[in-house]
């Protein structure tokens, strides 16, 4: 099964290579070398609904992606500039499957909010520290595959993967409602940039007084 993917959502062209993914590579199967395998690697495939949302206070929110497959749920933490990002990759990845495959009926990002609310508590099986996007052809199904935030002494390739296979319409949703969760967060101080706190902040633009 060939399916083109863009590990790079940020990013707003991709080479859109080909790979297989959860593979070990061809030369270190069957040598002799022990593959350095990942810690674990769960598919959702197909999920039942994914959306992404945040827990807690403003200036104190965790952020999440969670899925459902029938009675399983699969939860894991990302960062809000991982959710901003992720949303605007979705969004430039399915305007190029768009494009490169004209037949394709149009994929809705219309949500219900509360369908698409985390409600706690959650448990999340690790902190993200990439995300990609994948797409296969034949299934008309989107993967969206994350790996696991480690430290520098760990191996990379021991990094947990999981992925999220889905419609296009549903990733469509999780982008529009991933923005809308980005932006509800601190209001912003239109003269620093930085997040404002409910008492004020200091902001170097005058002079550190509490604005």
């Not at 002799?32 to 999920?47: K, N, Q, T, Y």
């Not at 933490?77 to 494009?99: H, P, R, T, V, Y």
């Not at 809705?108 to 508590?121: A, K, L, Q, T």
């Amino acid at each position: 099964m060939e399916i083109i993917t863009c590990p790079h959502p940020t990013s707003p062209k991709c080479d859109e290579p080909q790979s297989h993914l959860g593979e070990v590579p061809a030369g270190r199967r069957g040598s002799g070398i022990l593959a350095i395998m990942p810690r674990f690697e769960i598919d959702v495939d197909p999920c039942d609904h994914i959306t992404a949302d945040a827990i807690g206070k403003p200036g104190q929110r965790v952020f999440y992606i969670q899925a459902f497959q029938d009675q399983r749920t699969v939860t894991v933490i990302i960062e809000k500039a991982q959710l901003n990002s992720m949303a605007i990759g979705i969004e430039q990845f399915l305007s190029q499957l768009d494009e490169q495959n004209p037949d394709l009926s149009e994929a809705s990002g219309d949500y219900v909010e509360e369908v698409m609310r985390i409600n706690p508590p959650v448990d999340p099986l690790f902190r993200v520290g990439e995300i990609g996007l994948g797409y296969d052809k034949d299934r008309d199904m989107v993967v969206l595959f994350v790996k696991e935030l480690l430290t520098e002494e760990d191996d990379p390739e021991t990094a947990a993967v999981v992925r999220f296979w889905a419609t296009r319409t549903q990733v469509r949703m999780l982008a529009r409602w991933g923005v809308e969760v980005a932006s509800r967060g601190r209001t912003v101080c239109p003269q620093c940039g930085q997040p404002e706190e409910p008492g004020g902040h200091f902001c170097p633009k005058k002079n550190g007084r509490l604005h």
